[in-house]
Protein backbone atom coordinates (compact mmCIF):
# COMPACT_ATOMS: atom_id res chain seq x y z
CA UNK A 1 0.00 0.00 0.00
CA UNK A 2 1.25 3.54 -0.39
CA UNK A 3 1.86 5.37 2.38
CA UNK A 4 2.79 9.36 3.34
CA UNK A 5 4.77 10.01 6.18
CA UNK A 6 4.85 13.82 6.55
CA UNK A 7 6.97 15.26 9.39
CA UNK A 8 8.99 18.98 10.41
CA UNK A 9 6.02 21.10 11.31
CA UNK A 10 6.65 22.91 14.24
CA UNK A 11 6.76 26.40 15.78
CA UNK A 12 8.69 29.21 13.94
CA UNK A 13 8.70 32.75 14.27
CA UNK A 14 8.07 35.33 11.64
CA UNK A 15 10.69 35.53 9.24
CA UNK A 16 12.17 32.27 10.18
CA UNK A 17 12.59 28.67 8.21
CA UNK A 18 11.09 25.43 7.89
CA UNK A 19 11.68 22.06 6.35
CA UNK A 20 8.88 19.93 5.85
CA UNK A 21 9.68 16.36 4.42
CA UNK A 22 7.26 13.44 3.13
CA UNK A 23 8.48 9.79 2.82
CA UNK A 24 7.01 7.86 0.38
CA UNK A 25 6.65 4.26 0.54
CA UNK A 26 4.98 1.25 -1.24
CA UNK A 27 4.63 2.24 -5.13
CA UNK A 28 6.83 0.78 -8.02
CA UNK A 29 6.49 3.63 -10.60
CA UNK A 30 8.68 6.55 -12.26
CA UNK A 31 5.57 8.50 -12.85
CA UNK A 32 4.47 10.46 -10.46
CA UNK A 33 2.85 13.91 -9.11
CA UNK A 34 3.76 15.13 -5.48
CA UNK A 35 2.35 18.18 -3.53
CA UNK A 36 2.13 20.29 -0.38
CA UNK A 37 -1.43 21.36 0.63
CA UNK A 38 -2.27 23.15 3.47
CA UNK A 39 -5.59 23.73 5.59
CA UNK A 40 -5.84 27.01 7.99
CA UNK A 41 -8.01 26.89 10.83
CA UNK A 42 -11.52 27.52 9.12
CA UNK A 43 -10.27 27.35 5.44
CA UNK A 44 -10.42 25.03 2.44
CA UNK A 45 -7.05 23.05 1.87
CA UNK A 46 -5.04 25.21 -0.86
CA UNK A 47 -2.02 24.02 -3.26
CA UNK A 48 0.99 25.28 -1.82
CA UNK A 49 3.64 23.51 -4.00
CA UNK A 50 3.51 20.49 -6.56
CA UNK A 51 6.26 18.94 -8.80
CA UNK A 52 5.39 16.57 -11.97
CA UNK A 53 8.00 13.69 -12.14
CA UNK A 54 7.83 13.61 -16.13
CA UNK A 55 9.21 16.71 -17.13
CA UNK A 56 10.11 18.11 -13.11
CA UNK A 57 7.83 21.22 -13.85
CA UNK A 58 6.93 23.08 -10.50
CA UNK A 59 4.00 24.62 -9.25
CA UNK A 60 3.88 27.28 -6.81
CA UNK A 61 1.12 29.46 -5.03
CA UNK A 62 1.34 32.81 -5.81
CA UNK A 63 1.31 33.11 -1.70
CA UNK A 64 5.05 31.53 -1.72
CA UNK A 65 6.37 31.93 -4.69
CA UNK A 66 10.08 32.92 -4.08
CA UNK A 67 9.68 31.34 -0.69
CA UNK A 68 9.16 28.15 -0.54
CA UNK A 69 10.71 25.75 -2.75
CA UNK A 70 9.39 22.02 -3.03
CA UNK A 71 12.14 18.88 -4.27
CA UNK A 72 12.52 15.32 -4.34
CA UNK A 73 15.11 13.11 -3.50
CA UNK A 74 14.06 9.58 -5.77
CA UNK A 75 17.04 8.35 -4.19
CA UNK A 76 15.32 8.29 -0.41
CA UNK A 77 11.39 8.64 -1.95
CA UNK A 78 11.32 11.81 -0.62
CA UNK A 79 9.35 15.54 -1.41
CA UNK A 80 10.50 18.28 0.84
CA UNK A 81 9.31 21.52 1.33
CA UNK A 82 11.53 24.24 2.22
CA UNK A 83 10.00 27.29 3.77
CA UNK A 84 11.71 30.58 4.33
CA UNK A 85 10.14 33.85 5.37
CA UNK A 86 7.84 32.55 7.22
CA UNK A 87 4.57 35.02 7.92
CA UNK A 88 2.11 34.18 9.98
CA UNK A 89 -0.74 33.59 7.28
CA UNK A 90 1.14 30.50 6.45
CA UNK A 91 0.19 29.12 9.75
CA UNK A 92 -1.72 25.64 8.82
CA UNK A 93 -1.47 21.94 8.87
CA UNK A 94 0.33 21.25 5.76
CA UNK A 95 -0.37 17.54 3.64
CA UNK A 96 1.80 15.99 1.47
CA UNK A 97 0.45 13.82 -1.31
CA UNK A 98 0.77 11.67 -4.06
CA UNK A 99 -0.88 10.75 -7.68
CA UNK A 100 0.81 7.90 -9.82
CA UNK A 101 -0.95 8.66 -12.80
CA UNK A 102 0.97 9.09 -16.16
CA UNK A 103 -1.88 11.81 -17.08
CA UNK A 104 -3.52 14.10 -14.65
CA UNK A 105 -5.10 17.49 -15.95
CA UNK A 106 -3.65 19.39 -13.42
CA UNK A 107 -1.35 18.72 -10.10
CA UNK A 108 -2.64 21.98 -8.75
CA UNK A 109 -6.16 20.80 -7.08
CA UNK A 110 -6.47 18.18 -4.21
CA UNK A 111 -9.07 16.20 -6.22
CA UNK A 112 -6.39 14.86 -8.39
CA UNK A 113 -4.34 13.37 -5.56
CA UNK A 114 -5.36 9.87 -4.25
CA UNK A 115 -2.89 9.26 -1.59
CA UNK A 116 -2.38 11.88 1.40
CA UNK A 117 -0.07 11.85 4.27
CA UNK A 118 -1.24 12.70 7.92
CA UNK A 119 -0.43 16.23 7.80
CA UNK A 120 1.67 18.80 9.89
CA UNK A 121 0.90 21.88 12.12
CA UNK A 122 3.37 24.47 11.29
CA UNK A 123 2.95 28.21 13.60
CA UNK A 124 4.25 31.00 12.51
CA UNK A 125 4.10 33.18 15.92
CA UNK A 126 4.38 36.93 15.15
Known amino acids: DVQLQASGGGLVQAGGSLRLSCAVS????????LGWFRQAPGKGREGVAC????????WYADSVKGRFTISTDDARNTVYLQMASLKPVDTAVYYCAADFRAIVTTIRQPITYDYWGQGTLVTVSS
Open 26 to 33: GFTTDEYS
Open 51 to 58: VKSSDGSA
